[in-house]
């Protein structure tokens, strides 16, 4: 199973195991890991599973879609590599893949 | 924080509470009691994918069961807790066995209003709230003719939801409303029409002023009479009436009741030890300025955090404003704040489009914004709110107005 690296905003560092399939917020959901709140599920509704996938990592996940862009150009502290982590399915190249969390959703 | 903390119901509430009490500090027995035979799963998605069948029940769950041994969470799935005693801190579940707890907490929900009327105990009449509702539903749809019949009592978002679903399944969909519009209780007419429609355009047979008089067939629903005289053929009939919050285990306990559990600002019913969260209770809510009852997940997640912190002798206010989503056909709505006592409403866009936003106003003030497929908007209506910023009735009608410029 892939394993996902997610970086919080103080540096702490938490991996988890993701199914190939499921997506980065639900690896974290499954996980505890504390800065992805996930308050629709993944319903692309809520935007409070943004994350910053790490630069190295931006030519494995996929494009964004136009729902997710509007949801996230009115997230705190937008990016040139922020995400909505739900949108982001895992796939084996995802393997060691690193995403940041902000340090707060709202 | 070293004997047992109980949770009674096992949904948003107590998946949220369970981790957030092992964050806050609590070392003993973590205790979650269900009725239902499921791990905590989301419940939006049963009259949205799940009905449509895009989602299985296993991308339900909102983590699987397994994920809860992490936190040493135990659960009693299947189970329900009959009764509450105060005074031994115990509780007795439905097979006789008794538990006794250092800390309570009710995740009871809430359940459909259920309305008298004749007939609604026939095989084929459904409410809509459980994994188990959607399982019969699709059965019964199934052993039907094609194109089945399916006629929905009640226009409010699940009942409408309900019948986007179907649509999509091929069934031939009729939905009854009692008032004069779709949504009457919660948004503003230019919404109502909107969707009304929307769903006439995809084929649904939405009628208003239609009050029901019974549900007819011999062992099986075959027929919903109206007051009018007109009757509508249905192989299923799914009833859409509300929802009532279930009190009934705190209200036998002695606990107080106000339109649901009451609990302060901090989740605490009127016993210290027992706290309430997510459907269930009402309280006071500090941006709204009076004692709510909400019904939708981010307010169950956020007060069960707050809950979660209370037992841990913890007081961390509740602070965010309530919003809310529907998803119909490839329509997107976000809601974000609660109209209740709405003055004025404005619309921003073109509201024969497909994507626009209705504006709520008391006074100045604003309240709420419904979004339709404008996501944008809808963040910075959030965000508006969280900051307690009034756009002027200018700037929200004025679509060449950049309402972000207003939260720098
Ligand atoms: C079809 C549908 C669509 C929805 N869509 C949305 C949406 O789009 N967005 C949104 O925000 N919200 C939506 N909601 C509302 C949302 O699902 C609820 O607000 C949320 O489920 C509340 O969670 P809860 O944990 O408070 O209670 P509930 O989800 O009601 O769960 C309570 C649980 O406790 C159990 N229980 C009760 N009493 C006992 C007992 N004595 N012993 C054991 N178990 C007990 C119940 O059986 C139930 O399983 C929707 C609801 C439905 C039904
Ligand atoms: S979980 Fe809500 S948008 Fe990702």
Redesign the interface.
């Given at each position: 199973m892939p394993l996902i690296n997610y970086v919080d905003a103080s540096g702490n560092q938490f991996e988890a195991e993701v199914e190939v399939g499921s997506n980065v917020m639900q690896g974290a959901v499954d996980n505890m890991i504390d800065g992805i709140l996930a308050e629709c599920g993944g319903a692309c509704a809520c935007a409070t599973c943004h994350c910053y996938v790490d630069e190295a990592w931006q030519d494995k996940v996929p494009a964004v879609e136009s729902a997710e862009q509007d949801l996230l150009e009115a997230v705190v502290d937008p990016k040139d590599n922020s995400r909505l982590s739900c949108q982001l399915v895992v796939t084996e190249e995802m393997d060691g893949m690193v995403v940041h969390l902000p340090a707060s959703q709202y | 924080m070293q004997g047992n903390c109980i949770i009674i119901g096992a949904s948003h509430a107590a998946a949220q509470l369970a981790?957030s009490l092992?964050?806050e500090g609590w070392q003993g027995r973590i205790i979650i009691i269900g009725d239902e035979p499921h791990a905590p799963y989301?419940r939006?998605?049963l009259s949205?994918t799940f009905l449509s069948g895009e989602k299985t029940l296993q991308q339900l769950l909102?983590?699987?069961l397994a994920?809860y041994d992490?936190?040493d969470a135990e659960f009693m799935l299947g189970q329900r807790v009959d009764s509450i005693d105060r005074e031994n801190k115990s509780i007795t579940l439905d097979n006789g066995e008794t538990l006794s707890y250092e800390k309570l907490a009710l995740c009871t929900g809430s359940r459909p209003r259920q309305i008298p009327l004749p007939g609604v105990e026939l095989s084929g009449v459904h409410y809509l709230r459980t994994v188990a509702d959607i399982e019969s539903i699709r059965a019964h749809l199934d052993k039907s003719q094609k194109p089945a019949k399916a006629v929905i009592i009640g226009g409010g978002y699940i009942g409408l939801e309900t019948a986007a679903a179907l649509n999509k399944l091929g069934v031939e969909v009729t939905v009854l409303e009692m008032m004069e519009r779709i949504l009457q209780r919660v948004t503003a007419p230019v919404i109502s029409e909107f969707y009304q429609n929307i769903h006439t355009e995809a084929g649904v047979n939405i009628l208003t002023s239609m009050g029901v008089d019974a549900i007819q067939g011999e062992a099986k629903v075959e027929s919903v009479l109206c007051s009018n005289g007109e009757t509508f053929a249905a192989d299923v009939v799914i009833i859409g009436a509300g929802i009532i919050p279930n009190i009934e285990l705190a209200e036998a306990a002695g606990l107080t009741i106000d339109n649901g559990i009451a609990v302060d600002a901090y989740a605490q019913t009127s016993d210290p030890d027992i706290v309430a969260a997510g459907d269930c209770s009402s309280y006071p809510h500090k941006l709204i300025g009076s004692r709510v009852r909400l019904e939708s997940?981010?307010n169950a997640?956020e007060q069960a955090k707050t809950a979660a912190a209370s037992i841990c002798g913890k007081q961390i206010d509740n602070h965010?404003h309530p919003?809310f989503?529907s998803?119909q056909y490839d329509i997107?709505l976000?809601i974000a704040g609660f109209n209740m006592g709405y003055d004025q409403v404005l619309v921003r866009g073109d509201n024969n489009s497909r994507a626009f936003s209705v504006w709520y106003f008391k006074g100045e003030q604003l309240l709420a914004a419904d979004c339709i497929n404008?996501?944008?908007e809808f963040?910075?209506a959030k965000?508006l709110l969280?900051k307690g910023i009034n756009p002027s009735p200018g700037h929200v009608c004025d679509t060449d107005f950049d309402l972000?410029s207003l939260l720098a």
């Open positions: - | 981790p092992r964050q989301h939006p998605p949205k909102i983590r699987p994920a992490k936190i997940v981010p997640t965010t919003w989503w998803d997107k976000q404008q996501a944008k963040m910075q965000q969280a972000k």
